[in-house]
C-alpha cells in the first residue's frame, strides 16, 4: 500500500525546507518503496522564498493512518508575521492526527502545527532563530532547543532547511530499516549521520555524529547488511584496518562494538515490525537472527 506524503505550501515556502523531503520520499519511491507526493495549498500558486512559482491542489485528498502530513518552514523574521493559514488547513492537521496519522514541519512549520494546536503538551523544535518565539506563541508546547529534530506522538518537528532531509531520513529508517535509508542518503550524496533529540532517533542516524571515516565506511556496510552475518575480521577487512583497531575506534565514536551497533539496528527494525503486527519469531528471521531467543533477551534488555 502506498503512503501518500502531502506538503502543505504557503507563501514564501524555503524551497529547500520543501525540496530536501520531498526529495528522500521520491528517492524511496525509486528503490521500491511506494511513495506518492502531492502538494496542496489555500490557493492554486505560490510564489517560494527564493522566487519560484510554485503549482499546487486546493483540495485535500483521503489520508489514512499510515500517511505523513510536512509543513516545510516559509521566510519570516519572526513567526508572527508569517503567512496565515485558513480553518480547513490548520483542521486537516488535526484530523489527520487525530485519526492516527503523522503530521511533521520543517523550520517555521512548527508555528503552524502549533496554531493547530498539535505542540500542546509536546515536545517540538524550529530554527534556532524562532525558538523563543515559538515558545512564547505556544507555552503548552515544550521547546527543544538545539537539536535538529523532535518527535512526540506522531508530531516531529525539525530545526529547519536542511534538517528537513534529517528529519525524513529518519521516517524512513523507522519505517523501512536503516539499510533503506543509507541507501538513499549515499544516493543523495549526503551523509546520513546527524543525530536529531538523541532519545528519539534511530540508531542508524542517533550513532552518526562523530567524525571518524573508518567508522563511517564500517557502518555504511553495516547499515546496508544488518541482517546478514557480518563477521568482524571481515568487516575490519574491508575498511583496511585490523580487527583490534576496529573494535577500539568503533568503541569510541560510537559507544557500541560493531556487533552491538548491528544488533540496534535489528532490534530497532524488528520493533516496529512487531508494532505492526509481524510475530516475534517473523521479526527476529526478516532481521536476521536464526530465532527469536536473541530477540527477546535484546528486548528484555532494554525493557
Same mark, same amino acid.
Given at each position: 500500500?502506498?503512503?501518500?506524503? /502531502? ?13 530536501? !523531503? ?5 528517492? #524511496? ?17 505560490? $510564489?517560494?522564498?527564493?522566487?519560484? !512559482? ?6 485535500? !485528498? ?20 508569517? !503567512? ?7 483542521e486537516a492537521f488535526r484530523d489527520h492526527h487525530v485519526r492516527g496519522g503523522t503530521v511533521a514541519s520543517v523550520c517555521a512549520g512548527a508555528d503552524a ?33 538545539? /537539536? ?23 521516517? /524512513? ?6 539499510? /533503506? #535509508? ?9 551523509? #546520513? ?30 547499515? $546496508? ?21 576496529? $573494535? ?15 544488533? $540496534? ?8 515490525l512487531i508494532s505492526h503486527g509481524t510475530t516475534i519469531d517473523a521479526a527476529a528471521r526478516t532481521v536476521g537472527f536464526e530465532d527469536a531467543r536473541m ?5 528484555a534488555r532494554t525493557s
Amino acid at each position: 500500500m502506498s503512503t501518500h506524503v /502531502v506538503f502543505f505550501l504557503v507563501p514564501g515556502v524555503h524551497l529547500l525546507d520543501l525540496a530536501g !523531503p520531498a526529495q528522500v520520499f521520491s528517492t #524511496a519511491a525509486d528503490f521500491g518503496h511506494p511513495y506518492t507526493l502531492s502538494y496542496v495549498a489555500e490557493q492554486p500558486q505560490v $510564489t517560494s522564498a527564493q522566487g519560484l !512559482p510554485l503549482a499546487a491542489e486546493l483540495d485535500w !485528498p483521503e489520508l489514512g493512518p499510515e500517511d505523513l502530513i510536512v509543513v516545510p518552514g516559509w521566510r519570516a523574521l519572526r513567526l508572527a508575521h508569517g !503567512p496565515a493559514i485558513g480553518a480547513t488547513a490548520l483542521e486537516a492537521f488535526r484530523d489527520h492526527h487525530v485519526r492516527g496519522g503523522t503530521v511533521a514541519s520543517v523550520c517555521a512549520g512548527a508555528d503552524a502545527l502549533g496554531r493547530a494546536g498539535l505542540l500542546d503538551g509536546r515536545h517540538c523544535t524550529t530554527h534556532h532563530d524562532v525558538q523563543d518565539e515559538l515558545a512564547l506563541r505556544h507555552p503548552k508546547a515544550t521547546v527543544v532547543r538545539d /537539536v535538529l529534530f523532535t518527535t512526540d506522538d506522531r508530531v516531529i518537528t525539525s530545526a529547519g532547511i536542511a534538517s528537513g532531509i534529517d528529519l525524513a531520513l529518519h521516517i /524512513v529508517a523507522t519505517r523501512h530499516g536503516p539499510a /533503506v #535509508a543509507a541507501q538513499i542518503a549515499r544516493d543523495m550524496v549526503v551523509y #546520513a549521520r546527524r543525530n536529531g533529540h538523541e532519545p528519539q532517533t534511530s540508531a542508524m542516524l542517533r550513532h552518526r555524529s562523530h567524525l571518524d571515516d573508518t567508522v563511517h565506511r564500517a557502518q555504511d556496510l553495516i547499515d $546496508t547488511r544488518f541482517d546478514e552475518a557480518l563477521p568482524l575480521p571481515a568487516l575490519a577487512s574491508a575498511v583496511g584496518v585490523s580487527e583490534r583497531t576496529l $573494535t577500539r575506534l568503533f568503541g569510541r565514536a560510537t559507544g557500541l562494538t560493531p556487533l552491538r551497533y548491528q544488533q $540496534t539496528l535489528r532490534l530497532e527494525r524488528a520493533e516496529h515490525l512487531i508494532s505492526h503486527g509481524t510475530t516475534i519469531d517473523a521479526a527476529a528471521r526478516t532481521v536476521g537472527f536464526e530465532d527469536a531467543r536473541m530477540l527477546r533477551r535484546l528486548r528484555a534488555r532494554t525493557s
